[in-house]
């Protein structure tokens, strides 16, 4: 028997959970926007992110949040070291085939050295407001689901002001839209790409501290999110922003509201069965505009 | 392609082929002579979805050998733990066991953590002849599997692991008895066993069954399980679950802010860290445990004693599981006096199916399938410790009811 | 004057004999392993290593011939373990026939699946093959009552009356057997026309399409043979093995393993997909009996296919093969005979011809040229 308060909370968690979802997945679109490239370690660097809030709230007792600072322009840097020094280098060719492989096993050794250094413990963060929550209209709202949608959308917006207000964004959207003519124009392409993974991976690490609010984390955790957020950037339309925005609110909504009837674990199909509905009605995506392409 | 290329591969081959061979061949004989240490296989879950309880099976077995040596040994033998990982997974632990009793010639093998590793860690066992005592396999399919080696290491079968419990609420009086009651199980056959264990008694009873959810071991988000269960404001709500699980649905339902008038969660709450793990917030909460660390057996005395010494801290129930399987398996040994692989290990099984013997959970006997002729006691957190409230005659504490609020 | 850009000549008569012998040392050696090794966990060893064998040349059925680079080549072994084991435990079938069975139902279940998946190329491809494993991960975790879920399936014993060791010895003798089928499939699409056209594909799709090769068509019959030859891997893996958990049956990371076994032997050769799979498969296997199970092995893994991903894409034997040839080799002549010092020490000597006295310009020749 379904309650309506019941279906009013799944669609607050949905729009919670979506919000989280498009940070995480706007920088696994950046990436492939960039470069035409399928990083599947970005997951796999969330999960570093998480770890990393969770060893600073273990070792100096301050509010994970605090560790952004350090790092944000850490994820960054590495981003920017990747992709000139290893993405860059392989033949344009087979590019997207072997970054495939490439980026699988960066995340094979994130994942090995996680499991190395903290042990396969399942880890949470012991947040004093962990348990504590908000009435919303009737709705009960995690405090902490809350925060973590808050920083979802601070990021967002961060993102989009420095993509359509900074002479650096338009740069960047000029190389995904069309390389060459962005380079006739006059832009440095190759400096911008690794500008711009590093932005992709920045976005990851904070959409990894977010994350760390409110789950368990396990080194093999990267798993579990890779499907979705390619699922989602798939449905929004490969390498633009606003459709993997988009296309999160819109597949965490329908997960949300679909764990009514079918549990967890048959809801999180939904993320699947849309990518294969995309790739066979409309391969380009549906929220991208004319942005997305068909790859 | 080349014939310089083939022959290149092949020579690599064979070279990968006869250094695998070799190294696999060399390999301990077991029981060697009598001065040699007694090798003893056991794999573990110590990472993955099963490490808290896997490591605290291993603490329980270290005290185990530990004891021994320091009394001299199994035997006049000192003896010998040798642990590999299976990393939670039921393949691993098939090539973990495959090892210790075919590569390494382990003289006596011990049980690994989970129902679900148990049962095929078990057939590896039972298809070498190998006595199988194991801690942690208690669901009903692990007896169902026609295996004769193997014995349960605890007092009761997980669905027998509330039965104090579905006595305690079915008998109390018409009002203040609870009406619905809302279950959660990993899909895991030890802890899907309790929950559903104390379900049918409970519907036997008459309390309405309102929600029934079952989640895969990896499962980490509870927000809707969680959501399903306020939704319902079932009275009891009752997690088949093993550790981080069972944190989880805790804490989501702590943020829904629903108030169960009982709340049994399975192993979670007897974990060391989980106080901390959810807030503090325990009071009320209760589990099923087969130990205690206040009990009276003698042997429990002095495991406490020197377990404290060691760890720095009291056992638990894992630890005394593991425990316990050592002081089995060494009752066992010191009444048939060997101790290796071959015809010793049926003399070791037939000897446990007739004789009890006396352990830090009390005297243990078992039927012809191994399963424990004993009860398991129900825990509850009051007042910060957690502590034995049923059955009547055992218990620390009295029990709190209903539940306060988080 | 010999050219260096002629191949190197031995005996014409001595190459197929020496291919031959090499042919045969090697499946002496692989058919008396379980003779040589000393106990029946390293017969288990030997088995891992053929499942492996066996999947990675499969695979390389799709990626070695047309160069799509499948992650998702678990969920079709993995499809092919339950298939074999509903079929033998629900629907009675005999083992063998529910082996066969279950391959059949899989090779019928991808040709959906390899339409949908190869109508898109490239990034998309990937994805989709991935997403494939995830989703049926879920899939057999939560229909539990069909499958067991994460309880585990248990497959009955086809040989109920064996002794274990006894039945690790056949099922080594089983999958050697399956490794010869799977080694002899693609040495025949090899050397077809078919096995042309898919070369083609692989080196220039949109090029092979315009010469009219059917593309599409040539992908999905080598995708439906490779998952056919995966599906008995996995589901002569579930009779052996005997207990089937979805997580290890549907993982990306074996799939992917499998993948890093191919790269490495060499795609593009027949045995390098087993070579790799033996030398990938020692090395763990060697690690884990050293180091036992820690999480270093994934770092290793990944640190090796970063590698060979970055250095030596077509694999590890090719490249150091190369790598040999180049030190320890004769020197191969350039196109040029002479080298250019000696081509100076040439012109010194002779005086330089006169130059030609310019044609007339002629602007009708010009332009008629």
Redesign the interface.
Known sequence: MVSGALVFQSLVLGVLLGGLYALLAAGLTLYFGVMRVVMIAHSAFLILAAYLAWYFHRETGLDPLLSLPITVPLFFACGVAIQRLLLARLRPATRTMMSVLLTFSIALVIEGALGTVFTGTQRRLQLPYSGASLELFGARVAVVKLAAFAMAAAAMLALYLVMTRTRFGHALRATIQHPEAAQLVGIQTARVAGYGFGLGLATAAIGGTALALDSTIYPSLHWRWIGPLMAIIVVGGLGSVVGTAIAAMVLGMAMSLLQIPLGTTWAQTVFYLALFATLAVRPQGFFGGRLAKRF | MKPANRIQRGMVAAVAVVAIAWSGGCGRKSGTSSKDPILIGISLPLTGDFSEPGKGIQRGYEAWAKVVNDGGGLLGRQVKLKFLDDQSSADRVVSDYEQLIGKDKADLVFGPFSTRLVVPAARVAEEYGMLFVEPAGAAKQVFEQGFKNLFYAAPAVATDHYNHLAKYLLALPEGTRPRTAAYAAMDDPFAKGTAYGLKAKLEAGGIKTVVDEVYPPNTTDFSSIAAKIAASKADIVVGGSQYQDGVNLIIALQQLSYQPKVAAFSTAPTEPEFAKAVGNKTEGILAPTGYTPLGKFPSNVEFVQKYTAQFNGPPSEDEANGYTTGQVVAAAVKAVGCVEQGPCQKKLVDWLHANPVDTVVGPLKWDDKGRPQGAHMIQQWVGGKILIVLPENLKEAEMVFPKPAW | MPSGSEPRR?APA??PI??LA??A??AA??LS?PA???????V???I?ILNYAVLATAWNFVGGFT???S?GHGALSGLGAYATALLVTVAGLPSFAALLVAAALVAALAIPIGA?AL??????F???S??LV??LV??F??W?SLTG????L?VPRPFPAL???EHHRVFFFLFAGLLALALAAWWLIDRSRFGLGLKAIREDEDKSEALGIPTFTYKLVVFVVSAALTALGGGLYALW???L?P??QFS??NG?TV?LMA?LGGVR???GPM?GA??VG?GL??AK?EY???????????????VV??VM?DGV??AL?SLVRRLFGPREASIREVTAAELLEGRRRAPPPPPEPAPPRDDAAEVSR
């Open positions: 031995s001595l190459r020496l291919r090499a042919i040392v090697g050696l692989i392993f040589i090794a000393g106990n029946p966990y390293m288990t060893v030997g891992g160069g799509y680079i992650l949908a109508r898109v190329r490239g990034a998309s990937v994805i989709v991935i997403a995830l989703i879920l899939v975790q939560s539990e879920g994460s309880r585990g248990v002794h274990r060791a093995f005997g207990d958990d997580v290890f990306v990371l992917s993948v790269l050769h027949l045995f070579l033996l030398v020692a296997e060697y009996l036992g199970d820690t999480p270093l092995h994934l770092v290793a893994t990944g640190l090796v296919l970063g991903v970055m894409p034997i090719p093969s």
